[in-house]
């Protein structure tokens, strides 16, 4: 069962479910409304390799917005740090940007309960676009969940920015 825009802003009062910062404008009927932070993290290897620790470097976004190329992929991440004990949230491209020709993909859409983070996202161009700080990317939902919870603990939790992969260190 999703939550209502409502019902999310009550939960956030109760501290159920973490938004930080909150927006009470960036609540809709029934999601909430995540930004672009100021950093993109770029893959600086010639070859990815999940056994190896990928090298990156981070790039900040000008005023004037950052174009990305057609073909190119890189990761940001949300300004907004959050997640939830007690709902499961779920991450999806807002499809206004989405029909511009850039893909985004989410980092776990599928959050694990219990996962606190930034929201790292996949962004790939396939049409030269550019990227603002700040401005609306993705769109958070709660959903209520059945049976015993067990919450996360992974590799991820409490990251802060976009994220690398850290495959890695499943090989080990």
Same mark, same amino acid.
């Given at each position: 069962?999703?939550?209502?825009?409502?019902?999310?802003?009550?939960?956030?009062?109760?501290?159920?479910?973490?938004?930080?910062?909150?927006?009470?404008?960036?609540?809709?009927?029934?999601?909430?409304?995540?930004?672009?932070?100021?950093?993109?993290?770029?893959?600086?290897?010639?070859?990815?390799?999940? &056994?190896?620790?990928?090298?990156?470097?981070?790039?900040?976004?000008?005023?004037?917005?950052?174009?990305?190329?057609?073909?190119?992929?890189?990761?940001?991440?949300?300004?907004?740090?959050?997640?939830?004990?007690?709902?499961?949230?779920?991450?999806?491209?807002?499809?206004?940007?989405?029909?511009?020709?850039?893909?985004?993909?989410?980092?776990?859409?599928?959050?694990?309960?219990?996962?606190?983070?930034?929201?790292?996202?996949?962004?790939?161009?396939?049409?030269?676009?550019?990227?603002?700080?700040?401005?609306?990317?993705?769109?958070?939902?709660?959903?209520?969940?059945?049976?015993?919870? &067990?919450?996360?603990?992974?590799?991820?939790?409490?990251?802060?920015?976009?994220?690398?992969?850290?495959?890695? &260190?499943?090989? &080990?």
């Amino acid at each position: 069962m999703i939550l209502t825009g409502n019902k999310i802003i009550e939960e956030v009062k109760n501290n159920h479910i973490i938004i930080k910062p909150f927006n009470k404008d960036a609540v809709t009927t029934n999601s909430y409304d995540l930004t672009l932070s100021d950093k993109l993290v770029i893959y600086t290897d010639e070859i990815l390799d999940p &056994k190896k620790e990928p090298h990156t470097k981070i790039v900040e976004i000008p005023d004037e917005g950052y174009e990305l190329k057609r073909g190119e992929f890189l990761l940001g991440s949300s300004n907004e740090f959050v997640g939830s004990d007690f709902y499961v949230p779920i991450v999806h491209a807002k499809s206004s940007i989405a029909r511009l020709g850039l893909f985004i993909h989410i980092t776990s859409g599928l959050f694990d309960i219990g996962c606190k983070c930034n929201v790292t996202f996949h962004l790939y161009a396939t049409m030269p676009i550019k990227l603002y700080k700040n401005m609306p990317i993705a769109q958070l939902t709660f959903w209520k969940t059945l049976g015993d919870i &067990k919450l996360y603990n992974g590799k991820y939790q409490n990251d802060h920015g976009a994220v690398a992969s850290r495959i890695y &260190k499943d090989f &080990k």
